[in-house]
């Protein structure tokens, strides 16, 4: 098959290779949620999740019951947890597609606890704990009496309690600290509601920067995201090797002579200094590329680095290839892949990697190889 314009490549062996390290890594101390939210960061949830099915992943979570319903829709069996608020027109709908909704502080819990009354059900919860980011979350000095709202109610069911670390992808040393004090506001949390004689259910703290920065943290699950994509978001510990998963490609459109002093794209923020070789490549911002990068990125071609020239339009942008020989029509431009990382792409666009990889539009066709 001829592939598109503008196109991912997405390296299965590699994600499987990353699966199984993580899996060597936690050796049987601790299970996986596998975090497919937006697409799996843009790298295709449905496939990459049959993918996890196979290893022995069983648990999923994603943000929102709309990425749910898509999973479920596609087969996807297994449990899963949507990590953000839903709305309550949507509960219903969650729990018909066997959905654990999070329980986002205690008024939460008592419009759940009395939705479930009025519905003679049951709901299926975790139960969310801010310890330290402020995001959402019960605050884990609550009364006795609200845990006793959240975790002996007979109109939910709690499956798990969990927090979320936000200073764990730094080595700062007043992080470090901080991240400490997290699990410990969490543990606390954790016994109490023991002491109490309640279940907490599954207990999970770690997403990829915890994983890998915080091995003593022990819960029964972690959450991974990044770090089975292969690449890193702020200061991680390299405790196993993993490979990039997405290499991202577009074309070269046509290559042009341009003279000395002519502008280059809308507003001629740049101007050639003699004759330049311009290469368009079809890829633009619509495809998601950083338009912040006019006039200072970079893309690959012929194994050399092309500099980006005047703006990125929405579907197309300029390259210099005066440098690089025999660039043609149709020949391949690396956007994300050998010479130019998802991270330092990230670092020349001022952002992390997250937002790169997820900013990858829908019309950017993934081939998975």
């Not at 609200?146 to 109109?155: A, I, Q, R, S």
């Not at 709690?158 to 991240?179: I, W």
């Amino acid at each position: 098959m001829e592939k598109t314009r503008c196109y991912c490549d997405i390296n299965v062996s590699n994600f499987i290779d990353n699966v199984k390290g993580l899996q060597a890594l936690l050796n049987g101390e601790s299970k996986i949620i596998g975090i497919l939210k937006a697409n799996l960061y843009g790298h295709g949830a449905i496939k990459l999740a049959k993918i996890m099915k196979q290893q022995g992943i069983n648990d999923f979570a994603v943000a929102a019951v709309s990425e749910a319903i898509e999973l479920r829709d596609a087969g996807i069996e297994g449990s899963i947890l949507i990590l953000s608020y839903t709305e309550e027109s949507m509960w219903m709908i969650a729990r018909q597609c066997d959905c654990i909704l999070s329980c986002t502080c205690i008024d939460d819990a008592k419009k759940m606890s009395e939705f479930a009354k009025n519905h003679n059900i049951k709901m299926k919860i975790e139960i969310a704990v801010d310890t330290g980011m402020h995001r959402i979350g019960v605050s884990p000095e609550c009364s006795d009496e609200d845990l006793k709202v959240l975790y002996d109610n007979p109109y939910l069911q709690v499956n798990g309690t969990f927090s979320h670390l936000c200073r764990a992808d730094s080595f700062n040393e007043n992080d470090k600290q901080y991240t400490l004090q997290q699990e410990k506001i969490f543990n606390t949390f954790i016994n109490r509601v023991k002491d109490l004689g309640l279940d907490t259910g599954r207990t999970h703290l770690c997403a990829s920067s915890g994983i890998l920065n915080y091995p003593q943290f022990k819960y029964d699950y972690v959450r991974p995201g990044f770090m089975l994509l292969g690449f890193d978001v702020g200061e991680t510990a390299e405790r196993y090797d993993r490979k990039p998963v997405l290499s991202w490609y577009t074309k070269v459109e046509m290559v042009k002579d341009v003279e000395n002093g002519e502008g280059i794209s809308y507003g001629h923020i740049y101007h050639t200094q003699g004759t330049r070789k311009i290469a368009t490549l079809s890829v633009g911002y619509a495809d998601g590329y950083p338009r912040c990068l006019s006039n200072k990125g970079y893309v690959m071609i012929h194994g050399q680095k092309a500099p980006i020239v005047g703006r990125i339009c929405m579907d197309q942008m300029m390259v210099d290839v005066t440098d690089i020989d025999d660039v043609k029509t149709d020949d391949l431009a690396t956007l994300i892949g050998e010479g130019v990382t998802a991270n330092q792409l990230a670092e020349m666009a001022g952002t992390i990697v997250d937002e790169i990889v997820c900013q990858i539009a829908d019309r950017v066709e993934r081939y998975y190889i």
